[in-house]
């Protein structure tokens, strides 16, 4: 008994003193990652349903990335020029909007050109709502309040391919009906949250990045280099990890989705107590030792076999994940100030989406072309860098940060 009320306390300081605006803001990045239910069973619907070629369905998802690619760096710029919470509602109703269009389509091109719009609009919505997370939370509680927006996304990006497969086994068209719904009312929701609770947006901090372009922060394009690594290394989980699992371990595909769902249930039950608990440790070092962990857990892929191997493996680079990335994403709102904060945190998601669309590339040619088993080598070489990298930039960090 004693041993549960230490559990309930544990999970109850974790999630207490975080502002009602900040739950609201994960739950809208709850429904944006939801939208995962569509683009998991695309290219299924675009080959399957609607007669068209693997590349043509290739052609489709990359037309996203693009749009989301572009969305990613407008999203920050418009955060800064038009607020961080109209650009989230413009976000939600024209992700409600063109994922019904989207619905409707036949012809491929005009698809295209729907898959590019879509993952604009759902991709500006990223820059604007960690800076309003910056905004709403105190840098005290930054950290965790990123942490609980992640707990969203990973909830989100679960469960919206898991209600997808219902929905694609009774009629394709009902995924693109009821996550533009969705998204919809989620817009409609948020719009009446925040009438009635305003947030404090109107403080204008002062300091080194007042009005700066994030392109003149040499120290911060130096941090951003290091986001794009470690994009390569986790974008392989939509590549050559899904295909070394198959190859090497004999694994069919229900496994490999099972070794994923354990990303997901360490993240949901742990990363909130974990970043509760480190709370009083610098950001550098947490980012840090993040880096090397979740690096080096896909380095250790190639060195065993079985189920509870690859389990520990996928373990090893989820703790990595958990410290690096709520504690990296509360160092880049802490480097920038209001006045350009949406710039900088577009910026950081900008160097997501171009590792998301590089990372695969280069590690299915060194797969396929060199060797299945160097793909992983080269992921502890970028994990040894990422920490040496961080460690290095705390000497010199400037002051605010």
């Known amino acids: ?96 909007f063109f994922l019904i269009f989207l ?33 709403v939370c105190p840098q005290h509680l ?10 969203a996304t990973n909830l989100g990006v679960t469960v919206g391919p898991v209600i997808g497969g219902f929905l694609a086994m009774i009629d394709y068209s009902y995924l693109f009906w009821v996550d533009g719904i969705t998204c919809i009312i989620a817009g409609i929701i948020f719009r009446y949250f925040f009438r009635i609770n ?18 003149k922060d040499a120290y ?6 290091l986001v794009f690594l470690m994009g390569l290394v986790f974008f392989q989980m939509f590549s050559t990890f899904p295909l070394y699992y198959k190859e090497f371990y004999g694994f069919m595909e229900n496994r490999i989705g099972f070794l994923l769902s354990i990303n997901t249930v360490i993240i949901v039950i742990f990363e909130m107590i974990l970043i509760n608990r480190l709370r009083r440790i610098s950001s550098f070092s947490i980012v840090a030792v993040g880096g090397l962990l979740l690096a080096g857990g896909f ?37 920038s100030d209001d006045s350009a904060r949406g710039k900088y945190m577009g910026l ?22 060199v060797s299945p088993h160097l793909v992983w080598m080269f992921c502890g070489i970028i994990g040894i860098l990422l920490w040496s990298g961080f460690t290095w930039l705390k000497k010199s960090a400037p002051p605010h940060s």
């Open 1 to 96: 008994m004693n041993l549960l009320k230490i559990i309930l306390r544990t999970y109850r300081e974790a999630y207490s003193g975080l502002p009602k605006e900040a739950w609201m803001l994960s739950l809208v990045e709850l429904t944006n990652r939801s939208g995962t239910m569509v683009l998991f069973f695309m290219t299924l619907y675009l080959t399957k349903k609607m007669g068209f070629s693997i590349p043509q369905a290739g052609q489709a998802m990359s037309a996203f990335g693009f749009g989301a690619l572009l969305g990613s760096y407008l999203g920050g710029k418009l955060t800064d020029s038009m607020g961080a919470y109209k650009i989230q509602r413009i976000s939600l109703f024209s992700t409600g």
């Open 103 to 135: 619905g409707q389509l036949t012809h491929f091109l005009f698809i295209l050109i729907a898959m590019f719009f879509l993952g604009l609009v759902s991709e500006i919505l990223h820059p604007a709502n960690a800076t309003a997370i910056s905004q």
């Open 142 to 151: 930054r950290t965790r309040g990123f942490a609980l927006n992640r707990l």
């Open 198 to 215: 305003r947030p404090a947006t109107s403080i204008h901090e002062t300091g080194p990045t007042a009005n700066r372009s994030p392109w």
């Open 220 to 225: 911060f394009l130096k941090i951003l280099s």
């Open 299 to 335: 380095s250790l892929i190639p060195l065993g076999r079985g189920f509870l191997y690859a389990a520990f493996t996928v373990a090893v680079w989820t703790i990595g994940e958990m410290l690096f990335m709520p504690a990296l994403t509360s160092l880049i709102a802490d480097l």
């Open 348 to 369: 950081f998601s900008f160097s997501f989406s171009l590792a998301f669309i590089v990372g695969p590339i280069l590690g299915s040619y060194i797969y396929d072309n």
